[in-house]
């Protein structure tokens, strides 16, 4: 079974589009992550969220939206997609603060 | 925020060689993580290290945190393809993130 599942893996979208990304994990976790990976690799923190209350937000722009409707769930939703946005979303959970973060496979997301 | 410089950037070393990537963190760390990514998939978790001194292995990979509990090693023992890949370590401050540093691309030659 899959720990950390996020939806699509891959998506191809159009600029000034809306998007969602979606994500779930049978850990049983408190706490969930948005990470945003770059092109040149640099994974940087986005989201985190405790028990469904966002905790971090880490100067994203408003279009980022994340919503979680449990503590299992933590989806991604983007609105007014630009070229920059194009990069590899990841999600991920732990127990909370100071424990292993576990993450998902990744959402490969490009805007044209 | 937490900094962490990785070295080398990339690597390329002969199977059945050692190598050794090492982070440096410009604060004390809380704990420090290893991952690793292959391309196209996720981030495997390799090891955490919390205390300093501390050292772990599991299978051909050990990794270690200073006493200072600023700067880690990663050291892979008789490479092999398999281990070819971006290894990432992360920093945690105690505030439900991690931040990373910007990884070592590991490539094994058969």
């Known amino acids: 079974d899959t720990a950390v599942s996020q939806t699509p893996k891959y998506l191809v979208t159009q600029m000034g589009n809306d998007k969602s990304i979606k994500c779930e994990q049978n850990l049983g976790h408190d706490t969930m992550y948005w990470y945003k990976q770059d092109s040149k690799k640099f994974l940087k923190i986005m989201f985190s969220y405790n028990n469904k209350e966002l905790i971090i937000n880490e100067t994203v722009p408003n279009r980022f939206s994340p919503k979680s409707p449990d503590k299992a769930h933590l989806n991604l939703h983007i609105n007014s997609l630009e070229l920059g946005d194009s990069a590899v979303y990841f999600c991920?959970?732990?127990?909370?603060?100071?424990?292993?973060?576990?993450f998902g496979e990744g959402s490969w997301l490009t805007v044209v | 925020s937490q900094e962490l410089e990785q070295s080398p950037q990339s690597l390329i070393v002969q199977e059945g060689k050692n190598l050794t990537i090492n982070c440096t963190s410009s604060k004390t760390l809380y704990g420090l993580y290893w991952y690793k990514q292959k391309y196209g998939e996720g981030l495997i978790f390799l090891m955490m290290?919390?205390?300093?001194?501390e050292e772990k292995s599991h299978e051909k990979i050990t990794a270690k945190l200073d006493e200072k509990k600023q700067q880690s090693s990663l050291h892979i023992t008789a490479s092999q393809p398999s281990h070819a890949g971006i290894y990432l370590c992360g920093a945690d401050s105690n505030d439900y993130k991690l931040s990373f540093g910007a990884g070592t691309t590991v490539t094994v030659r058969a």
């Open positions: 290290l919390q205390k300093g001194g």
């Open positions: 991920a959970s732990s127990l909370g603060s100071g424990n292993t973060i576990y």
